[in-house]
């Protein structure tokens, strides 16, 4: 016999732990399926928005952040070797002028932390999904079953798959890798290297260390070098190459499935778009509980919430897309890319409006 709960939330990546969080403070009775027996010690998604920030202080959630994680108040710009100009955050409106630096694995650990201390939420570790039914979700170690299931289980989304939900997608055109290390630079900012060879980029991590980016090569170190002129150290974790992809889910829900996070939409990881744009989608769906647990509303709930999520989404997806094809520029587009970007950090009107729209301000 399956055991039940109110809720069932398969995946306990940031998304599906931060829902986890909200639904626990409303005491909703909530169980969290893994298939890992434990987190990886390595960081994907590092950067926080102040969207973010302000629903994990609404949450009472920010506290752990704040402490271990590094404000990015300002990104230098380069063509070349030449600093165009910098991108400040610290003049944005709102409580948090800041991108916060704080890589997954951190954020999943004062996550899990909080879920822990929820006497309603259970997270069961070593679950991996086997098929799923109308109202239930089977595993190795168990049947599960609940009123609405949220598939949190990233971008390869196995209950997605099982639901028959097509995806729109398509790979962009370029590479990348990346790789931490110690943060030799001497500040706290950000740094972008635009050239006619491809972009590096350089993200301070807290703890004194850095994570470098480039585009098109594997060799990070000699890449940087290259492009920069300014020596990364040793790089004593990745390299990790990845490619972009933009995936959409044609459909959020189906029946007691919902979809949330990478399971329902993908976009470039350039700018730090996709996660953030996952704790919105948490953020709307714990708002929402009551009447997603109502069999009488739940359908007109989950379209309201795919009429919302959806666009909101989309937006993220241009956002990131854009940010990656302006740096990306090669050849004689790089050469025209220069003036423009030294427009849009000099002119106080085109700069804020820049600094925003990074942001997700």
Excluded at 238 to 259: E, I, K, V
Excluded at 262 to 284: E, K, R
Aim: a positive charge; one cysteine or more; glycine letters at 8%.
């Amino acid at each position: 016999m399956a055991e039940r709960s109110q809720v069932l939330i398969v995946g306990a990546g940031p998304v599906g732990l931060f829902l986890a969080c909200l639904l626990g403070q409303q005491g909703i009775e909530t169980r969290v399926l893994e298939k890992r027996a434990e987190d990886t010690n390595w960081s994907r998604a590092i950067g926080i928005t102040p969207a973010s920030l302000k629903l994990f202080a609404q949450a009472d959630l920010l506290d752990p952040f704040m402490k271990a994680g590094l404000q990015i108040q300002e990104a230098r710009v380069h063509s070349g070797r030449e600093e165009l100009g910098r991108l400040q955050f610290w003049q944005l409106p709102g409580a948090f002028p800041f991108i916060l630096s704080h890589p997954q694995n951190l954020t999943q650990t004062h996550l899990e932390d909080r879920v822990e201390a929820c006497s309603t939420v259970e997270i069961r570790r070593r679950s991996e999904v086997l098929r799923i039914e109308s109202d239930q979700v089977l595993t190795a170690a168990g049947d599960f079953s609940a009123d609405v299931i949220f598939a949190c289980d990233g971008h390869q989304s196995l209950l997605r798959k099982q639901l028959g939900i097509p995806l729109k997608q398509h790979a962009y055109p370029l590479e990348f890798c990346m790789a931490d290390g110690p943060d030799l630079l001497g500040h706290e900012s950000a740094c972008l290297w635009f050239t006619e060879r491809g972009a590096v980029e350089a993200f301070p991590l807290p703890g004194g260390r850095r994570r470098w980016i480039v585009q098109g090569e594997r060799d990070i170190k000699k890449t940087v070098q290259a492009r920069s002129a300014v020596d990364p150290g040793h790089l004593d974790a990745g390299p990790w190459p990845f490619q972009p992809r933009f995936q959409l889910a044609r459909t959020f829900s189906r029946g007691a499935f919902c979809l949330a996070g990478d399971a329902a939409h993908v976009c470039s990881p350039i700018g730090g778009q996709g996660m953030n744009c996952g704790f919105g989608d948490a953020a709307w769906l714990a708002e929402h509980i009551e009447q997603l647990l109502l069999p009488a509303s739940r359908a007109r709930a989950m379209h309201a919430y795919e009429q919302e999520r959806k666009p909101a989404f989309l937006r993220c997806a241009r956002r990131a897309a854009l940010g990656m094809w302006l740096g990306t520029r090669m050849g004689l587009q790089h050469r025209l890319r220069r003036p423009l970007l030294s427009l849009m950090l000099n002119q106080p009107g085109l700069h804020d409006r820049l600094a925003r729209h990074f942001s997700m301000t």
